[in-house]
């Protein structure tokens, strides 16, 4: 699911750009597969990163009680903070290099594009498998 609401999003950003006519539509899709794909691979890197990271404080944490928390909840943060922040930073990056918009609107395209992407892709599959989780135990059951 995850996968299909990436490429769904890529594709559909793709369009968009297509209609407000700031590229063509092979261009534009070149400019989505790029950068949502280069924002995945660095985004996932930083999270995983993150939270090696949080394991290694929580850890330290059994082994030493008086490790402030407040350090953990900041990390915590981070890993939701941080994914859409560098997306939008290659996004508007990426419409430079692709030569597509500047100003205001690259700004704005970049960052709700990047909330889509990363929230979409991410909140949906994981709320789906929430509600299958906590309402059916199997397919076909329900309680």
């Not at 790029?34 to 985004?43: A, E, Q, R």
């Not at 949080?54 to 903070?81: C, D, H, Q, R």
């Not at 594009?113 to 076909?140: K, M, N, R």
């Amino acid at each position: 699911m995850f996968f299909l609401l990436f490429w769904g999003f890529t594709f559909g950003e793709a369009f968009w750009l297509k209609q407000r006519k700031w590229a063509s539509f092979q261009r534009s899709l070149a400019f989505s597969i790029t950068s949502n794909l280069f924002g995945f691979f660095v985004g996932s890197g930083v999270v995983l990163a993150l939270i090696m990271f949080l394991f290694m404080l929580t850890y330290e944490k059994l082994k030493n009680p008086s490790l402030n928390e407040a350090v953990m909840w900041v990390l915590v943060g981070l890993v939701f903070i941080i994914p859409p922040f560098l997306l939008l930073l290659i996004k508007r990056i990426s419409l430079k290099i692709f030569k597509m918009e500047t100003g205001r609107p690259a700004w704005l395209f970049s960052l709700i594009s990047s909330l889509l992407v990363v929230f979409g892709s991410a909140l949906v599959p994981s709320a789906f498998l929430y509600i299958y989780l906590t309402y059916f135990d199997g397919p076909g059951k329900v309680h």
